[in-house]
């Protein structure tokens, strides 16, 4: 974990006062994290979201920023669960029957493409509709696979993705969220205070959650 880069902390003055008890020192104005106490809460989340996908739920898993994107996506395309690693779209979780119909008309369009039975209509008009599937590709292609709300959801830096934390406490989805020292760490089900926005440090984290779903299928296999 000290290798990864996991113990970066923000800067001192960006501290949330609930996160204080999870940081060991402060070095040159960056605050630096407590290992111990993340890979003890981490080992907690991992199993919370092991057992989660042992019994057949899908875990959905947020990640926007560059530093995340590939390693959410990868995840989620390996135990096919539902992601988010572009942009949030605003009721993804809180409006999902109408959220659900902009997917499943974005699911008919890419299939009448396939087929050909876009080939009617005029020049201009299926330049139109291109334009609408690459923006709707974008915005749902992560979340096309979820025809329900997901079992619980994995959320990389709860500052920056906000939106998504609301509505899944909203909906009473279970949380799982990464968290660096300047976030509120109240009010989740479980916590990983660490480097939030480096590569090396997310890519840590996604590991553990790859070798967990990884055995995960195997238990579940056998039942």
């Known amino acids: 974990m000290t290798k990864a880069g996991l113990f970066y902390g923000r800067g001192k003055t960006k501290t949330y006062p609930k996160m204080r ?12 994290i407590n290992l111990e ?11 919370f979201l092991k057992e989660v996908a042992e019994k057949g739920g899908k875990v959905m898993l947020v990640g926007t920023q560059p530093a995340a994107r590939n390693a959410i996506k990868e995840l989620a395309l390996k135990f096919n669960f539902p992601y988010v690693a572009d942009k949030w779209v605003g009721g993804t979780l809180t409006n999902f029957d109408i959220i659900r119909k902009r997917v499943e008309y974005y699911i008919k369009l890419k299939n009448d493409k396939k087929a050909g039975k876009l080939e009617k209509y005029t020049k201009k008009e299926r330049s139109v509709l291109d334009k609408e599937m690459e923006k709707m590709e974008f915005l749902f292609e992560g979340v096309r696979e979820m025809e329900k ?15 998504a934390v609301r509505e899944a406490k ?13 976030a509120n760490p109240a009010g989740f089900n479980y916590i990983i205070p660490a480097n939030d926005s480096a590569k090396p440090a997310i890519e840590f984290i996604i590991n553990k959650l790859d070798e967990a779903f990884e055995a995960s299928k195997k238990v579940s296999s056998n039942l």
Do not use: Y
């Not at 008890?21 to 630096?32: A, C, H, K, P, W």
């Not at 106490?37 to 199993?47: P, S, W």
């Not at 709300?149 to 939106?163: D, K, Q, R, S, Y």
């Open 21 to 32: 008890q999870f940081i060991l020192t402060t070095r040159s104005g960056i605050e630096v």
């Open 37 to 47: 106490k993340t890979a003890v809460l981490m080992e907690k989340a991992v199993v």
């Open 149 to 163: 709300l997901p079992e619980a959801i994995f959320v990389i830096n709860t500052v920056m993705h906000g939106t």
């Open 170 to 182: 909203k909906v009473g989805i279970p949380l799982v969220v990464v968290l660096n020292t300047d």
